[in-house]
């Protein structure tokens, strides 16, 4: 199967700095991808450059068939890769329902846009009871539900989601992912996110990746690496020295992913 997104060894700087390096990865169509890593990996900057709000300084991001690299985030997001960034961002003085109507200013398909519409209050029914709420008098649960359903109205054929998880409840967050599930499964919507919350993006995404410094140090599917020793250790509690790398206590010996 072609996948739907193919980033080629893709190198991003901030100024001086190289803030990403030689990353690959792949999601094929109506998958969910996790990206996970530490504060500082390189993720956030990872989606920033696939979304085209930061020109990458060498390599590729074919999505769809089409090179996207280098183009502005507009005509990225009317392709079809759109990206719901990290803390909300929602528009605070607009009600709900014009957040959600910004969202599709791109559509010129007015049926398709209210089926949508719909669609998007039938994921998230606090959105609904809301919709003629200021969206800056939401809770941080609802501004992501509100961030969610703003980009699906776009359309996307590739849903990119910026730590979701960020300044939300335990059971808030099982609550999102449910529903970003529901999203792949019931309109074939590819999904891309990072998280630093790992264990909740393993348990839910088909494929994952961990970066490390601004590289891809490990990826399998996500039952596989939710599996290995390493990962468990670094990012799923457990116990030190079981580490693939060694038994030495981690904080002893340099990180070693295999």
């Known amino acids: 199967m072609t996948p739907l997104l193919q980033v080629q060894n893709l190198e991003t700087w901030y ?19 996790a990206v996970l890593g530490a504060n500082g990996a390189g993720k956030t900057t990872l989606l920033n450059t696939l979304a085209g709000v ?25 392709r079809g890769l759109v990206l719901v960034p990290e803390g909300r961002q929602v528009y605070p003085f ?32 606090r959105l609904k009871e809301r919709e003629s709420q200021h969206a800056g008098l939401l809770s941080g649960g609802e501004q992501q539900m509100l961030a969610i359903g703003r980009a699906y109205m776009g359309r996307p054929r590739l849903l990119m989601l910026d730590e979701p998880s960020l300044g939300l409840s335990p059971l808030l967050t099982k609550e999102i992912f449910g529903i970003v599930g529901r999203i792949r499964d019931e309109t074939g919507t590819a999904v891309l996110v990072v998280e630093q919350n790992a264990a909740i993006a393993l348990a839910h995404a088909d494929d994952g990746y961990i970066m490390e410094l601004g590289r891809i140090v490990a990826a399998d599917t996500c039952e596989a690496l939710a599996q290995k020793a390493d990962v468990r250790e670094a990012y799923l509690g457990g116990a030190a020295g079981q580490g693939l790398s060694g038994t030495a206590q981690r904080w002893r010996r340099r990180k070693t992913w295999r």
């Open 94 to 125: 607009l009600s709900v329902r014009d957040n959600l109507a910004m969202g599709a200013y791109s559509r010129r398909d007015a049926d398709g846009v209210r089926d949508d519409l719909a669609r998007v209050q039938q994921w998230f029914p």
């Open 54 to 78: 930061i020109d990458p300084f060498k390599g590729q991001v074919i999505f769809n068939g089409e090179a996207v690299h280098g183009r502005d985030a507009d005509a990225v997001s009317r």
């Open 15 to 33: 100024g001086p700095i190289v803030a990403m390096q030689g990353v690959n990865i792949e999601v094929q169509p109506g998958r969910m991808v």
